[in-house]
């Protein structure tokens, strides 16, 4: 097994040469001042916040990535630029390339998170007494590699997302032909037994495989389930992610895409 990395949010060479490219064009400065932070030592201050889950104003300035309110402008502004998208999606065609990207099924799944404060896409937690709370729906691959995510409020059905996750899949190339978006079946818990569902994904010419609600348990679909369960794990590794603290969505949607490409890296130089 690999040696941990000490210091998780130091922006590697390989990684930068892969985000560098995807970076829109910085405006012109309106006014005379300090120079512009270096985008690479803002990004090592957002993955240190994403790490480590410290508040943006707490940045300590000795790192030298900026002031918190610089790296939160600039996660901000590549969030609506789409980096992460991008970013996930060259990421995807390494694996495919070498035909390690198990397109033979799909693993969906959610996990509920505490929100701090209400606001956009956020709703009464059903785990949680009614207290704020939002979703954080994945699709992965058959070993577990990140296919797509999504935000949601707290009471929102698991299985209103299942199709939207799956339109959210990058066309993945990296081979000859064309770009493939979609699984050959997906398995799925008991929250997605749904016979209108299963009936939409055959039209899209998915295999449904969903545990029944009222059957026993063991039917065997946990030996292929527990790779989206590991993925969410992983996700919640990273502290800023475990309680939401933003009031904003689309900030919080800008870490979960961020470490989505970070899980979805770290899987590609075990496979690659």
């Not at 930068?16 to 270096?38: A, F, N, T």
């Not at 799909?106 to 709370?133: C, F, N």
């Not at 190339?173 to 818990?189: I, M, Q, S």
């Not at 545990?211 to 502290?239: K, N, Y």
Request: charged share 25%; proline share 8%; aromatic share 6%.
């Amino acid at each position: 097994m690999a040696k941990r990395q000490s210091r998780p949010w130091i922006v590697s060479d390989e990684l930068w040469s892969l985000i560098e490219p995807l970076l829109p064009e910085p405006p012109p400065k309106q006014v005379e001042g300090r120079p512009r932070v270096p985008g690479r030592q803002a990004l090592c201050g957002i993955l240190f916040v994403l790490h480590t889950g410290i508040q943006w104003e707490c940045l300590p300035q000795e790192l030298g990535f900026g002031s918190g309110m610089t790296c939160w402008r600039r996660l901000a502004a590549r969030n609506e630029a789409g980096v992460w998208g991008q970013l996930h999606q060259v990421l995807l065609n390494k694996p495919r390339s070498k035909n390690q990207l198990d397109w033979s099924r799909a693993v969906i799944d959610s996990s509920h998170v505490r929100a701090a404060r209400k606001g956009p896409k956020t709703g009464p937690g059903p785990v949680d007494r009614a207290r704020p709370g939002s979703k954080h729906h994945i699709l992965t691959d058959g070993q577990g590699i990140p296919l797509a995510v999504s935000l949601t409020g707290g009471n929102r059905n698991d299985v209103t997302q299942l199709l939207p996750l799956l339109d959210k899949v990058p066309a993945v190339a990296g081979v000859v032909g064309r770009p493939r978006r979609r699984p050959d079946t997906l398995f799925a818990d008991r929250d997605y037994d749904h016979d209108k569902y299963r009936r939409l994904l055959r039209q899209r010419g998915i295999c449904p495989v969903i545990a029944e609600r009222g059957q026993p348990h063991g039917t065997g679909l946990g030996t292929f389930r527990w790779v989206v369960e590991r993925t969410i794990s992983w996700l919640h590794g990273f502290r800023r992610l475990r309680i939401r603290w933003e009031r904003r969505d689309d900030i919080h949607e800008a870490f979960l895409g961020l470490a989505v490409c970070l899980i979805t890296h770290r899987d590609v130089q075990m496979l690659c």
